[in-house]
């Protein structure tokens, strides 16, 4: 059956990148949460009574949520960080409170940190140089202010200068994501381009295998008919009944044809009922006959096997079909037989047809790249058909001294399932 052909559509360029984005900003406000956590007890014991303690009360409840909804649900209040870097420089300020009171040494002096980290993630470079400038000033601020004024110049700017890395960082981790994203935009059209360029490959090869095999052959077999039936009626003596015989084998195979038009064209339009089936083995039999009326090549159809034969829906049957069709006429045509024989039954819970004829056999080591490579497209078309439904085909001498075996083998596991479902749609 035919795929529809059509490309995927391409994820928004900055999906990905925003998901990633999303994840890191969280990380970075999870570890705001258990720094400040630790390191609030030590600023509000060391703030001021009164109205110093107020305020570092507030700062810790003000910098403590905001990073903990910001952590829980970023999808909804994420943009609006996006979109107001003033909040970030709000959340600064009052983290600013309670890194003076609890002193420079605690672990609110990471929290600083992650400040220019989540503005280089959010904002770019240039909120990564701002956000790292201003929490440099105030980490250097605290350590002029503080009680430890004697520091040195190394301990001083530590704090400061791994702002400045955390800034650099973030944006740079901000442009190699959406770098990626931007490369598996591209990656995900290249590939849908490529899926839709394989799906009309394998149509038109389709295509190409239904009117080699079905439609264009069997128009050929009835042209062959017709030109036997003018001949027949040109004779000096007609035989009335060896006209009948030929006029009605022309308007069998006209009608066909015709049927194998209407298959095609069904399965183009995806208007075929999947709950038909097909008389594989009854069709196949008639084809036989067809042949050896035609052809004048005796050919001569034997059931085999101990079990019914299930439904098979039509687009197996018609593969099928075609395979068995296409051995008999490459037999005629290139191996000189003087006999086909024609097999069809079920053997273990698989339906076998074997094609064999007496004639010359195929070339020693033959192989499909060889037929395609001289232009003989009929047995490359066998194989592809019988993969499409899940035979299994070999082509050789078989069990025979002599000529060429066609075995098409076929497990019923692979079309019960459909007809079974069928039925129950019914």
């Known amino acids: ?176 994501l959406l770098r990626f994203g931007t490369a598996t935009t591209a990656l995900t059209a290249t590939q849908a381009r490529l899926a839709v360029t394989e799906a009309v490959s394998a149509e038109r090869a389709r295509l190409a295998r239904e009117m080699h095999d079905s439609v264009a052959k069997t128009l050929h077999g009835v042209a062959l008919a017709a030109d036997a039936l003018a001949a027949s009626a040109d004779a000096t003596h007609p035989n009335p009944a060896l006209i009948k015989q030929q006029a009605e084998l022309v308007s069998r195979s006209a009608r066909r044809a015709a049927a194998e038009s209407r298959d095609l064209l069904a399965d183009l339009r995806r208007e075929t009922d999947p709950t038909r089936t097909t008389d594989v083995l009854t069709e196949l039999a008639a084809r036989t006959g067809d042949f050896t009326t035609r052809t004048g090549l005796p050919a001569t159809y034997h059931p085999t096997g101990d079990a019914p034969l299930p439904p098979i829906p039509p687009a197996v049957a018609r593969q099928l079909l075609t395979i068995a069709t296409e051995a008999m006429e490459n037999a005629h045509r290139h191996a000189s037989p003087t006999h086909v024989d024609v097999r069809a039954g079920i053997h273990d819970d698989v339906l076998r047809i074997t094609v064999h004829d007496d004639g010359r056999g195929l070339p020693p080591d033959t192989t499909l790249d060889q037929l395609r490579q001289a232009g003989h497209f009929g047995l490359l078309g066998m194989v592809e058909r019988a993969a499409s439904v899940g035979a299994r085909l070999d082509i050789g001498r078989g069990d025979h001294a002599q000529g060429t075996e066609v075995r098409l083998e076929l497990p019923l596991a692979a079309v019960t399932p459909q007809s079974s479902t069928g039925k129950e749609a019914a």
């Open 1 to 176: 059956m035919p795929v529809p052909v059509s490309a995927p559509a391409p994820a928004p360029a900055p999906a990905l990148e925003i998901n990633a984005l999303q994840a890191m900003c969280r990380q970075v406000f999870a570890f705001r949460l258990a720094m400040i956590a630790l390191a609030s007890p030590s600023a509000l014991l060391n703030a001021a009574p009164g109205l110093g303690v107020r305020l570092v009360g507030a700062a810790v409840v003000v910098t403590f949520m905001g990073s903990y909804v910001l952590f829980r649900d970023w999808e909804r209040f994420g943009p609006l960080l996006l979109r107001h870097p003033s909040l970030l420089a709000i959340d600064t300020l009052f983290g600013s409170l309670l890194l003076i009171s609890a002193g420079p040494d605690t672990t609110l002096a990471y929290v600083s940190v992650c400040t220019p980290l989540l503005a280089g993630i959010v904002y770019s470079w240039r909120g990564a140089a701002v956000f790292a400038s201003l929490q440099s000033l105030i980490l250097l601020l605290v350590h002029a202010t503080g009680p430890d004024t004697q520091a040195g110049v190394a301990e001083t700017a530590f704090l400061p200068g791994l702002c400045v890395i955390a800034g650099a960082v973030g944006s740079s981790l901000r442009t190699l």
